[in-house]
Structure formats: C-alpha cells, structure tokens
C-alpha cells in the first residue's frame, strides 16, 4: 500500500516500547559454510558417477577466509586463560587471512592488533589491513613467511605488553575446526563422508578436522596436500620439508599425502570460474587438484574439501588472463 | 656485474647462496646466466623457456613486468630479486 496523507497512521507502529532486536555480530556469522557440490568438475575428470566432489565455501565467512574460524577460537581461548586482556595488543605473524580475521575480531573488541606480514603481500591484503585498522610490520620478502614468524617473536620477546597468538603453535588454531569444521562436514553430509582432503598451512584446518572426522568414523580417509616444491605459487600452503613446521602439525596423522603443481592450480582456478560459477583463491584450487587426484582413484565415495578463499585478493595475478 | 638475492626456498639450489653475481645487459640475460651457473634452479623458474607466472622479479624493488620485463636493462650496480610467495597462515 502506498503512504498517502489518509492512510498514513495504518503504517505507523503500533506500540513504541523498547523493540527486541534480532541482532548478529560478526563473528556470529563465522561458520556454518554451505558445501558445495563440484559436479562439473567431477565430470570433466572423469570420476565415477557413484563419487561425489564437496567443497565447504569458505569465502562465506565475514572475514572473507577459513581462518575467521582459529582466529575467532584462538581468541576466544586467549580471553578464557587470561592472556588476552583489555588494553592488550594481539600479535601474529601471517600471510594475510588468519591478519585480516584477526583485524577484524580485534576491531569488534577493542584490542589493537600488530602483524608481522612479508612485504610481499598482495596489494589487495594490505588494503584490507589497513582499512580494518591494523598495525604492520613489513618483513623482508625474500625471507617469506618464516622471516615474519622470526620478526613476531622478536617483537613478542620484547614487548610484554602484546599477546602473542602465535597460530603455528597455537592448539585453538585446530580445536577450531575440531569444533566447527568437522562437526558441518559430518552434518552436511549426513555422515557420509569417505574421504577427506585439505591442503597445508599452519595444518590447522587438516590436522582439527581429521582428529574429529576419526573420532565419528575412524574409517574416513584424510589425506593432506602440499606444494610440489619450496618455491611455489601455492599461496596460502606450506612446503613442510623447508619451511619452519608449525608446532600443531602432526605429520603421522595423514593417511596419503598429494603434491601440486601451481600452474594445475591456476589451470583449476580458471576451470572453477569459467565452468563451476566459483571464483576462488590459489590455494582452493590447488585442494580441488588435490581432491580430484584422491576421486580419481575410486569407484564410489563422498570426497570433501575445503575452498579457503575466493579469487577476489588474487585478481592481480596474471594467470586468470591465460 | 648485476647482483640477484635468492629468497629462502631457492637457496638449496645455489649451494646456500643469498646473493650471485651474473652477467648480461638484461633481465632475461642476467636470468639466463644464473641458471647457467646454478642449473638446478632452472625447473623451479621456467618452464620450457618461458619463466613460470608466478615467478616475481623486482629490479630495485620494481617488478620487471612493469618495466620491459626480460628485455628490461640492467646495469652492474643494479640489484634483481626473486620474490617467492606467501605461505600459509
Ligand atoms: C588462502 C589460504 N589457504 C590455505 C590456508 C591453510 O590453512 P591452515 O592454516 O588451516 O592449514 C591458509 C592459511 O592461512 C590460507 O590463508
């Protein structure tokens, strides 16, 4: 109906008492990712028509990554022991998602936040950064990211004042997929689930949701995927056998282990965009690869893995173009 | 000579260097000839004879795309920089 000057009063609430407000903070909407189904993908690599491709879309969560998740548990835990008070300064080293998580968590509850971040972070991260109100700390790009773990815990050594999450070492980092990650996976696929695929940074998604997945059914598969070489494009992954390995990793914990190329990867992300309607980061398509290679071997089974981030902080790379 | 610092992941392919000293007049040489002195890096940053995409070469901080990419100039004072990427966290 529209308001005119006669039926105006019929729009107007009827009682002005204090209204019951449906309200989320945004940390509320970190989780309950929707599982994706990869059917094009499936048919394009010939998997068996009794397998099925699942992905958690990781791009839905408010910070825009996976890691929304342990940053979200790690400091949650951090303010349970007291480490982590009012007035404090949240420290970490990362490459760009477990920051902007961070940046953002920090900013809803008042703690400055400080990273330590390789100067050779994509553009598009830095201004997220910087537009969420953290502290930078550039380190020297060709010491990668194990150079900005050193500088943070220089820094950490230095100034008491700072809590140190330190996610490479950090517990909360995979009791948060533990706790969530795993337990959605389970629902969503109505338990069926055979195997299990994620790639390798600090471990934490692989190393929490395979200890619950075990838990539910020791006879899911887990298999965890990295980069075919210390120097990749793999953004986002980590080459354990030369990179300092993160306390959380466990690496007897895996059932199989996969290694990708970064030109498979960037020849997945442009297939996901151009055939699926996905538009994903490196590091997703690389765990598509990854996936793919483990369905490939089956006759039938519910193959999950997990898509990070979008492809929105990577549009700068020149292999979208190809 | 033009120097080029190796990022950390490299370095197992240049004997641990962090720096080598090359020869050449451009980007592409200055390229060709550290693979010619440390062959085993050669997989890690071309593929056929093409340098792979996702390798990043800076010329005193600028990245050679920008500029000419191989053909670009270096003189003996000049610094290049392999940037590896990001890894995880
Ligand atoms: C884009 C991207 N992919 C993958 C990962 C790896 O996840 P995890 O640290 O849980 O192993 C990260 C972690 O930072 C990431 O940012």
């Known amino acids: 109906m529209i308001a005119t000057r006669d039926n105006l009063t019929d729009l107007r609430p009827h009682s002005f008492a204090a209204p019951r407000l449906d309200t989320t903070r945004p940390e509320d909407l970190i989780g309950n990712t929707p599982l994706l189904r990869l059917d094009r993908a499936a048919a394009a690599f010939a998997l068996s028509t009794r397998v099925t491709l699942l992905a958690k879309a990781e791009w839905v ?120 990650t795993a337990e959605e996976i389970w629902r969503q696929t109505d338990g069926t689930i055979s195997h299990f695929v994620a790639g390798l940074g600090t471990s934490g998604t692989f190393t929490g949701v395979t200890r619950r997945l075990r838990e539910l059914n020791s006879a899911v598969a887990c298999v965890s995927a990295q980069p075919d070489s210390p120097f990749n494009g793999l953004e986002g992954w980590k080459h354990m056998a030369t990179a300092i390995v993160p306390g959380i990793y466990d690496a007897a914990l895996a059932d199989g282990n996969v290694t990708v190329r970064t030109e498979e990867a960037h020849a997945m992300a442009r297939f996901l965009a151009r055939h699926e309607g996905i538009l994903v980061g490196v590091s997703a398509a690389a765990a598509v690869v990854a996936a793919l290679s483990v369905a490939r071997e089956l006759d039938e089974g519910v193959v999950v893995t997990v898509l990070p981030d979008s492809g929105y902080k990577y549009l700068s790379e020149r292999f979208w173009l190809e | 000579m033009t120097t080029i610092r190796i990022p950390t992941p490299l370095r197992p392919y240049t004997g641990g260097n962090s720096a080598v000293a090359v020869s050449g007049a451009t980007v592409g040489e200055a390229l060709a000839d550290l693979t010619r002195l ?52």
Request: no cysteine; hydrophobic share 40%.
């Open chain 1, 61 to 180: 969560n408010p910070g825009g990554s996976v890691k929304d998740r342990a940053a979200r548990h790690i400091i949650h835990e951090a303010e349970r022991r007291g480490l982590l008070r009012p007035g404090m300064t949240l420290l970490d080293a990362t490459s760009g998602n477990t920051g902007i998580a961070y940046a953002m968590l920090g900013a809803a509850r008042g703690y400055r936040v400080k990273l330590a971040v390789p100067e050779n972070v994509s553009p598009e991260r830095l201004a997220i950064l910087r537009a969420y109100g953290a502290e930078l700390v550039l380190t020297d790009p060709l010491d990668g990211s194990d150079g900005a773990i050193l500088e943070a815990r220089r820094i950490a050594a230095a100034d008491p004042t700072v809590y140190y999450a330190d996610q490479y070492n950090n517990p909360a980092n995979w009791q948060a997929h533990y706790l969530t």
């Open chain 2, 38 to 89: 440390h062959p085993q890096l050669r997989p890690h940053l071309y593929d056929g004879e093409e340098l792979r995409s996702f390798v990043n070469v800076y010329l005193n901080k600028e990245d050679v795309r920008g500029l000419q990419g191989a053909q670009t100039a270096v003189a003996a004072a000049d610094t290049l920089m392999i940037i590896p990427s990001i890894a995880g966290g």
